[in-house]
């Protein structure tokens, strides 16, 4: 049952991080206008069973009055919220509660703060403290996100073979994590990626939309587009067998999808991920309306989305 839609609110973001899923930067396109904001939540009563909204990115706080305007939104109509972010604008205690409160205030049920090594330098005075500090205050519920850069471990625990290097640190190989970090770590044959770890292709739970029309079940896989077809419709009609990418995925994992059409490559891959994104990027000019947008997988958008 789809309870969660989050909102890709921009993907443009106060950093430009070696792990993002989205490729987000400074100059990343698509960001969400008051109009398609408003499109969207007319859409979710049809859906019937979304309880809650996030607003994410990128970094959402660099368009606050529209996220602002979305809050006002989900208030209206009863949903919980919440919001992810890298904590960039939390430049002091008060500053933090500065800027959180007049979402405490809309109501805010939920604020997640990514806090590792990618987002902040060792000594710096932590912003996402003081973002987690402040949420407390207000009576928001807080935690922070924290992935660091990958490390090679030797496991010896229950599903790794004995003395077999895993990499550990958190991040998931898609997205720039692919093209900044995966060089020189070790990987395993493609076959051996038989699931999908993270994700709940056939019953998905939420999904993240974004100003492209994108209705991203992973990152860049789409259930298809929703200024084309409408978002309540797309959720209704989603049957993950008889779409060309995911039917794979949920059956044999990233392995199917690559066996299917013919992608794997005499190589190995870090993690399941790694494979699911390297095969998706070759199948991105055959199947548009579920994969992208192309910015997502490192390249440029045939047209200049804004
Ligand atoms: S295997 Fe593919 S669909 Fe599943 S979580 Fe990884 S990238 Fe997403």
Request: proline content about 6%.
């Amino acid at each position: 049952m789809l309870s969660g839609v989050h909102f890709i609110l921009t993907y443009m973001c106060s950093s430009e991080c070696d792990h993002c899923f989205v490729y987000g930067s400074p100059r990343a396109k698509g960001t969400f206008t008051l109009k398609q904001l408003k499109q969207v939540f007319a859409e979710l009563p049809r859906i019937g069973t979304i309880e809650s909204v996030y607003f994410e990115g990128g970094e959402p706080f660099l368009f606050y009055p529209l996220m602002v305007e979305g809050m006002k939104l989900a208030r209206e109509m009863g949903f919980k919220t919440g919001i992810v972010t890298n904590a960039y604008w939390a430049n002091s205690p008060k500053d933090a509660e500065l800027w959180l409160r007049p979402l405490s205030e809309l109501g805010l049920s939920d604020l997640s703060v990514s806090e590792d090594s990618f987002h902040s330098e060792e000594g710096e005075e932590s912003k996402a403290g003081y973002a987690v500090a402040a949420a407390k205050k207000l009576g928001i519920t807080s935690g922070s996100i924290c992935i660091e850069p990958p490390t090679v471990e030797v496991k010896e625990s229950r599903g790794h073979t004995k003395g077999e290097p895993i990499v550990g640190g958190g991040v998931k190989f898609r997205g720039r994590a692919v093209d900044s970090l995966a060089e020189g770590l070790p990987g395993k044959d493609w076959q051996d990626f038989t699931e999908c770890p993270d994700e709940d292709l056939k019953n998905p739970q939420r999904v993240h939309l974004d100003s492209f029309g994108n209705v991203h079940l992973c990152q860049g896989l789409s259930m298809g587009n929703m200024w084309e077809i409408p978002l309540s419709k797309l959720v209704h009609d989603y049957d993950c067998d008889s779409h060309p990418v995911c039917s794979g995925l949920a059956k044999g994992g990233p392995a199917k999808l690559a066996r299917e059409f013919d992608l794997a490559e005499d190589r190995d891959y870090i993690d399941a991920c790694h494979l699911c994104y390297l095969s998706r990027l070759k199948l991105l000019d055959r199947f548009p309306q579920y994969l992208g947008p192309k910015q997502v997988y490192g390249l440029k958008d045939d047209a200049d989305q804004s």
